[in-house]
Nanobody, 115 residues
Framework: QVQLVESGGGLVQPGGSLRLSCAAS????????MSWYRQVPGKQRELVAH???????NYADSVKGRFTISRDNAQNTVYLQMNSLKPEDTAVYYC?????????WGQGTQVTVSS
């Protein structure tokens, strides 16, 4: 079975930076893509960034220019570099793996942007 382990969340001041990572392990037939989502209480889970196995990326308009998604194919790890953080970026961030055998979610990591 597939497991996704996220790390890098925490408390940061506005304007600061964080780097999230998500490492996949287990029996994975093939990774189509990996994504980062975020969710706050009372709101729908929002797609933040997406990267395909070929390296194509897309971002939510709210984070474009501030966040960068990248992937280490050899390690089955995806990263989210978050710069110029704003209080409205506060959320639980989730990693998602899209594979040929199914889709999998990480447990989530809390990001809090506050002074």
């Amino acid at each position: 079975q597939v497991q996704l382990v996220e790390s890098g969340g925490g408390l940061v001041q506005p304007g600061g930076s964080l780097r999230l990572s998500c490492a996949a392990s287990g029996s994975i037939l093939g990774i189509k893509a990996m994504s980062w989502y975020r969710q706050v209480p009372g709101k729908q889970r929002e797609l933040v960034a997406h990267i395909t196995s070929g390296g194509a990326t897309n971002y939510a308009d709210s984070v474009k220019g501030r966040f960068t998604i990248s992937r280490d194919n050899a390690q089955n790890t995806v990263y989210l570099q978050m710069n110029s953080l704003k209080p409205e970026d506060t959320a639980v961030y989730y990693c998602k793996l899209w594979s040929f055998m199914g889709d999998y979610w990480g447990q989530g990591t809390q990001v809090t942007v506050s002074s």
